[in-house]
């Protein structure tokens, strides 16, 4: 904690001084958002007292804490001038509510994944995890500099959500087995919690895809009600004693290269905001979104050790005929997905555009650099 203490103070002196000074300068009244009745100014001096609704487990490692460094970010740099209290999934809302609690205004703030409200938007899925899509590096260029943010804040426009990435996991694993994934015919029938368009692909592959909340992960593996599951990655998956409930752990994690986490705000509890608190809101998610990226990169590996050694957890690869077969598949599903709506195949075209350009430099910088090291 120390350390994302440090970096707070950092972050802090940053945001004022790209927002020149604008909390010293402009001593505005804030606004609070009160229940789903929308925003009314807030006496001078009160905070703005903000609900943060999440899908994750209250507290959980990376993701639960990712969403409370978020809100103690947001505290922090506004000096207190906002108050954000966070709730985990079913304290406020169940897991799977929450972009509606924060569209209607019962929460100001959700904590997240994009992939989860395919049901309101298919193109949503394009800025959490595309199977086979960008890298966590990748797709922050994209969402920043690459015309993806903007395409991101229109799909959620009509909802009254504006959308900020707030964290990425990094390549995730492929998940927990209670079979063996030795050819393509190990897929038939496959009961896997596994969500957005990796689940589409896995049912094209004779799979059964199962969406279930990371609460009900370990209980629904130990008794046989699904046959396997996707988390995240060792970190995670160590802290849910996942290795209790399977034997097989598979990697790489093709169906999320790079998954972003999203911090998605009322937009009417947005705007009531002075200038300057608005731009601290979204540069608090934009320093979550590299901090917790970083801590996944930190921690995977030893937690990955103790899975090994300490419990021996059979890790293996899936075969290549089996990622080669994914590939095709996801290649084809995507651009299915992609027809169904003028909004997704724009979003699509944008991603599949970017993806191919990134890749290029990826291919002679990350790629090459990472095979010469392997080989030394």
């Not at 994009?114 to 922050?140: C, H, I, R």
Request: proline content about 5%; glycine content about 10%; charged content about 20%.
């Amino acid at each position: 904690m120390i350390r994302r203490h440090f970096l707070g103070r950092l972050a802090q002196g940053a945001l004022l001084a790209a927002s020149g000074a604008l909390a010293a300068c402009k001593p505005q009244s804030p606004a609070t958002q009160s229940g789903a009745a929308g925003p009314a100014p807030a006496r001078r001096g009160e905070p703005v007292k903000w609900k943060m609704v999440t899908t994750w487990p209250k507290n959980f490692p990376g993701l639960g804490t990712g969403a409370n460094y978020l809100a103690e970010l947001i505290t922090q740099l506004s000096g207190g001038r906002i108050e954000v209290k966070v709730y985990g999934a079913k304290e406020l809302v169940p897991a799977f509510e929450v972009f509606d609690a924060v569209s209607r205004g019962t929460a100001q703030l959700g904590h997240g994944s994009a992939y989860y409200w395919k049901g309101k938007s298919e193109a949503a899925q394009f800025f959490s995890a595309v199977p086979f899509g960008l890298t966590a590096d990748e797709m922050n260029a994209w969402l920043y500099h690459g015309g993806g943010m903007q395409l991101w804040e229109e799909v959620y426009a009509p909802f009254g959500l504006i959308p900020m990435a707030s964290g990425n996991t990094g390549v995730q694993m492929a998940g927990w087995f209670n079979r063996e994934i030795n050819t393509l015919a190990d897929l038939q029938g496959l009961k896997m919690r596994i969500p957005g368009l990796g689940g589409e692909v896995l049912a094209r592959a004779g799979g059964v895809p199962v969406s279930l909340p990371g609460g009900e992960l370990f209980t629904s593996l130990q008794s046989g009600a699904i046959d396997a599951t996707e988390w995240v990655g060792p970190y995670n998956d160590l802290a849910f004693g996942l290795y209790k409930a399977a034997k097989y752990y598979y990697y790489p994690g093709w169906h999320e290269p790079g998954t972003t986490l999203e911090c998605m705000v009322n937009k009417q509890a947005f705007e009531a905001l002075p200038e300057d608190l608005r731009a601290i809101v979204k540069n608090a998610s934009r320093v979550a979104n590299q901090d917790l990226l970083a801590e996944y990169t930190a921690r995977n590996n030893q937690a990955l050790k103790t899975l090994v050694t300490e419990h021996q957890v059979e890790l293996r690869p899936l075969p290549d005929q089996v990622l080669r077969h994914l590939k095709a598949l996801s290649d084809e599903v995507v651009a299915e997905v992609a027809a169904k709506d003028e909004q997704s195949r724009r979003v699509y075209e944008a991603f599949r555009d970017f993806r191919e350009q990134v890749s290029a430099w990826s291919d002679i910088s990350e790629r090459a650099y990472l095979n010469a090291r392997a080989a030394g």
